[in-house]
């Protein structure tokens, strides 16, 4: 046995100890952080107070494809390029940070997990031959200011949320129905509202109740 000067065989230098290894740790770190902050699109433009109709605006795209893209992760097959640089574009105008956009965009591209049964021993799913078709939604197109004003209607229902009955078309006829339902409640007389299946009776029903409650009238309704 060799031993070193000033030490003996009973009592040997002492190893150094060993050096512990921060590479695991860091990439650990490292790969927390890049998970994404939001579970949902939706829940990302909710923290930052961005309605689903400003993303309608700055990218054209319909109300039902902008919703799949938030709630869904699913982009449209075809414009999906131009419509992620116009979103991107936004988020910069409303005056987010870079890791703050970066968030959001991974929060609008993660498709929700699949579910899976609890039950143990399922029978596993059969794959099938068919090909699935990948679903091309529609760009929406805006209403112009003629369609509008032949449409009587101030803002368009496909983008901006109904305030008020101004803001829903109606035909010349179902104006004259109600004008004469409203003057036949007020001041008394008989008035029977005819028509076929979907042609606006219920709604007529329901706008009288609402002219009554939102007016004031004394009028007593009977259904």
Known sequence: MSCKPGANALNPIPKRPKEKNHTSAAMTINNASSA????????????F????????????????????????GE???????????????????RGLTHNQQRNVMQ???????PEVSNTPGAVPQVP????????????????????CEHFRIVRDPFIDELQSADDVFITDGIREVRAALRQTAKY????????EVGSGKSILRRDLHEWI?????????VE
């Open 213 to 221: 409650n939102r007016d004031g009238e004394s009028i007593a309704v």
């Open 107 to 113: 929060a609008l591209h993660k498709k929700l997990a």
């Open 128 to 147: 099938t031959t068919e090909t699935e078709e990948e679903t091309m939604l529609l760009r929406h197109i805006r209403f112009t200011a003629k369609a």
């Open 75 to 93: 982009w449209p097959a075809f414009g999906a390029g131009p419509a992620l640089e116009q979103i991107d574009a936004y988020l910069v105008r």
């Open 188 to 195: 008394g007389g008989m008035l029977a509202v005819v028509g």
């Open 49 to 72: 107070g961005i309605p689903q109709s400003d993303l309608c605006k700055a990218t054209g795209l319909s109300r039902s494809a902008i919703s799949r893209i938030c709630v869904h």
């Open 36 to 47: 994404p902050v939001f579970a949902t699109g939706t829940e990302a433009l909710k923290t």
